[in-house]
T-cell receptor, first 115, second 113 residues
Framework: AQKVTQAQTEISVVEKEDVTLDCVYE???????LFWYKQPPSGELVFLIR??????QNEISGRYSWNFQKSTSSFNFTITASQVVDSAVYFC????????????FGTGTSLTVIP | SQTIHQWPATLVQPVGSPLSLECTVE??????LYWYRQAAGRGLQLLFY??????ISSEVPQNLSASRPQDRQFILSSKKLLLSDSGFYLC????????????FGPGTRLTVL
């Protein structure tokens, strides 16, 4: 079974629009971590954020915000006022402490921001 | 600060040829190391991970192997490449304040012809 599901394969938005990338996870652990990574065309994965399972506070960093809801097992990522430089593939990931920090990645969402 | 290196950056190899990709980490000791493969347009597939020298765990049985001859060196190998081995190979190490964040190298793009 897929532990991390990113149902949106591709999204296109016009510059300055807001966009939300969905991530749903599955785990039986009480201690786990959730991540978002950005993969620009160059290929290297860039770490964006980490949340632990005990902290459901939403986080905002500039134009980026993250909504963590344990009740729905979701960790969604919103980009406000999107820019062309936001075009990339975004991966959501889950790490279970019980499993020695092994990471499970979603299949990624390809975001294209049209100027 | 910690950095992670991978080489080569790109590689074109014929089917049946051997493979050796290298990953090294600087600025940390005894890191957990990981090899992932990303096929074109697909997600990340964990291939191997290592918690120490000589300790390798394989996640997906295939014609690839991994070795960790030194603390900060992780090598991905194959004796005979298949067409299906083409992809983008990423090395990662586990770090961060609680040692549960993965940081990735620049990757190696492998094309098997």
């Amino acid at each position: 079974a897929q532990k991390v599901t990113q149902a949106q394969t591709e999204i296109s938005v016009v510059e300055k629009e807001d966009v939300t990338l969905d991530c749903v996870y599955e785990t039986r652990d009480t201690t786990y971590y959730l991540f978002w990574y950005k993969q620009p065309p160059s290929g290297e994965l860039v770490f964006l954020i980490r949340r632990n399972s005990f902290d459901e506070q939403n986080e905002i960093s500039g134009r980026y915000s993250w909504n963590f809801q344990k009740s729905t097992s979701s960790f969604n990522f919103t980009i406000t006022a999107s820019q062309v430089v936001d075009s990339a593939v975004y991966f959501c990931a889950l790490s279970e402490a019980r499993r020695g920090n092994q990471f499970y990645f979603g299949t990624g969402t390809s975001l294209t921001v049209i100027p | 600060s910690q950095t992670i290196h991978q080489w080569p950056a790109t590689l074109v190899q014929p089917v049946g040829s051997p493979l050796s990709l290298e990953c090294t980490v600087e600025g940390t000791s005894n890191p957990n190391l990981y090899w992932y493969r990303q096929a074109a347009g697909r997600g990340l597939q964990l291939l191997f991970y290592s918690v120490g020298i000589g300790q390798i765990s394989s996640e997906v049985p295939q014609n690839l192997s991994a070795s960790r001859p030194q603390d900060r060196q992780f090598i991905l190998s194959s004796k005979k490449l298949l067409l299906s081995d083409s992809g983008f190979y990423l090395c990662a190490w586990l770090g961060g304040p609680s040692y549960n964040e993965q940081f990735f190298g620049p990757g190696t793009r492998l094309t098997v012809l």
